[in-house]
């Protein structure tokens, strides 16, 4: 899978909450590497399976397809995998680690960890040490995709040094704060939603180019 490749150096890319062909069409232009189709239906970027499945077909197997679902019912899953090409699954409620694993059956998933003062990220690891990464994110109301960072130095230093090869880090992410961001954790890669819109669920394509160029700029050597 493209964005669970380790390349020393380069930070993968995931811009979430796609909706448009035009969308897809810009992000292989870009040539990031995994596109996030929100399947949780109170979003704004919410997509239908159906219209998920149109998106997919879209573009061959250089861009994962990454299917985010929020504590998903058995049925809602039917729907997805019926009509929606999934590469890699992300969880974003509270989905046990068995659940995952269940929906998954076999492909690579992630499970987002929401990080405030209380969260025990230690214990988080522990109980989802089978995904392939874990995705860094901000608490807020809802799910994914508000545009708030969180603070990084509440996450140990050291945690960050043994584990930047497992971590997709999101929440807040922008054009402005990346460079610091991958300067900090060093991910394995970098995941954007509202950070390119212009309004809620609206992506911008110039956003979509200027936060897709600063990532490349600051995985640049001498910019570490």
Request: proline share 4%; glycine share 8%.
């Amino acid at each position: 899978m493209a964005l669970f490749d380790q390349i020393p150096g380069q930070t993968r890319i995931k811009i979430c909450g796609l909706t448009k062909p035009e969308q897809v069409d810009l992000a292989r232009q870009l040539a990031i590497d995994a596109i996030g189709l929100v399947f949780y239906q109170p979003s704004s970027r919410y997509i239908s399976p159906v219209q998920a499945g149109i998106l997919s077909n879209q573009y061959p197997h250089d861009l994962d397809t990454v299917a985010l679902v929020v504590n998903a019912t058995d049925q809602e899953i039917l729907e997805i995998k019926k009509h929606c090409r999934v590469d890699i699954w992300q969880f974003h409620g509270d989905e046990t680690a068995q659940r995952c694993q269940d929906i998954a059956q076999g492909m690579p998933w992630m499970k987002a960890a929401r990080i405030d003062e209380k969260f025990q990220l230690d214990e988080f690891c522990l109980q989802y040490r089978n995904a392939n990464a874990w995705l860094l994110d901000a608490v807020i109301d809802g799910y994914g995709g508000g545009g708030q960072t969180f603070n990084w130095e509440m996450i140990d230093s050291l945690w960050v040094t043994e584990n930047a090869p497992r971590v997709v880090l999101s929440g807040g992410l922008n054009v402005k704060n990346v460079g610091d961001a991958i300067a900090y954790f060093h991910p394995l890669a970098v995941d954007i939603s509202s950070g390119v819109e212009v309004e809620k669920g609206l992506k911008d394509p110039y956003l979509m180019k200027a936060f897709v160029a600063q990532v490349r700029l600051f995985d640049q050597p001498d910019k570490h």
